[in-house]
């Protein structure tokens, strides 16, 4: 999301109105040695922007990147996309295209309204399994996508000693499906175990680890209906912080799923998006044109993070 316009007027002591005194750490070696002249004095806490007091981002959203960019007509060999990003055709082995930016818009997409990779599950980290999640989630792929060859997760030819063909047939999870199960944000970050808000009456018991407490904090009023905290709604008098299959079990049961008009709408557009023929799928234009994003202008969804 694009900052606003009058956070480029802000002085030193705006930031620290908004987002109080800078946290810094001197710099530590592992051997336990100065860590010598040219090494910083000390690290900087990142600022994170939702924790300001006042809301700074704007509906606007930026082009983002994988911090690579090629001409076109010259694409590379292997890219630097994250193979959870990685559209089918390069997933196989085939030269990435403007379709595979398409492609990974989609995953984007996904990920901004769920919080979750579309393609991922658990430690996907390269083409083969990234083909077994689009195959359990798109559908059946073609014979001759099916019989391409792997080396250590990656496309190899024939030739190579190691070559094997992947394996497919992991448990199906439609699009459609997956879609219409998304969590949307609660009426209150106090709610019972059937998602009505309630007035807790004792406190919940205390984080197991230090880095849970920072989790349950919700973010900013300023910023409700933009962005929203599952871990920060208490459900039931307590909070659940680490996956489990009671945190699973608690949030599908309490919190209500995005709205039938919206779901069907995503669904509408990554459905055209997501497809094994790169040349059907549609163009940037078409895609900022599609109904949904009025739909988010409209005010009528926030973003998990």
């Known amino acids: 999301m694009v900052l606003s316009e009058r956070f480029q007027d802000y002085k030193e002591e705006d930031i620290h109105r908004d987002f109080g005194r800078p946290l810094t750490h001197p710099i530590e070696t592992c051997s336990g040695r100065p ?35 090629f001409q076109k007509d010259q694409p590379p060999a292997r890219i630097g996309t994250p193979a959870i990003y990685m559209g089918l055709e390069v997933a196989i082995g085939q030269l990435p295209s403007e379709a595979s930016d398409i492609w990974a818009l989609g995953c984007v997409i996904f990920r901004m309204r769920s919080a979750d990779d579309i393609f991922l599950d658990y430690d996907t980290c390269c083409p083969s399994q990234v083909l077994q999640q689009i195959e359990s989630t798109i559908g059946d792929l073609t014979g001759c996508w099916a019989d391409v060859l792997f080396d250590d997760g990656w496309p190899t030819t024939e030739d190579s000693p190691f070559a094997e063909v992947n394996y497919y047939g992991f448990p199906r999870q439609p699009l459609e499906e997956r879609i219409f199960s998304l969590l949307d944000e609660p009426p209150s970050v106090y709610i019972d175990s059937c998602g009505e808000p309630e007035i807790p ?3 919940p018991a205390p984080p197991r680890l230090p880095d849970h407490g920072p989790m349950r904090v919700p973010y900013a009023v300023a910023y409700r209906s933009i962005i929203w905290k599952p871990t920060a709604v208490c459900i039931d008098g307590d909070y659940h912080t680490s996956y489990s299959d009671e945190m699973e079990d608690a949030f599908r049961g309490a919190f209500t799923r995005i709205r039938v008009e919206e779901a069907s709408l995503l669904l509408d557009l990554l459905s055209r998006i997501f497809v094994y023929d790169a040349a059907s799928r549609p163009g940037l234009k078409e895609i900022a044109a599609h109904p949904w994003f009025r739909f988010h202008q409209e005010g009528k969804m926030t973003h998990v993070v």
Do not use: H, M, W
């Open 201 to 203: 009456t004792e406190d």
């Open 35 to 69: 860590a010598g002249p040219s090494a910083p004095a000390y690290i900087v806490k990142p600022l994170d922007f939702c924790v300001a007091s006042t809301n700074l981002l704007t509906s606007r959203l930026c082009v983002i990147d994988f911090d690579q960019c």
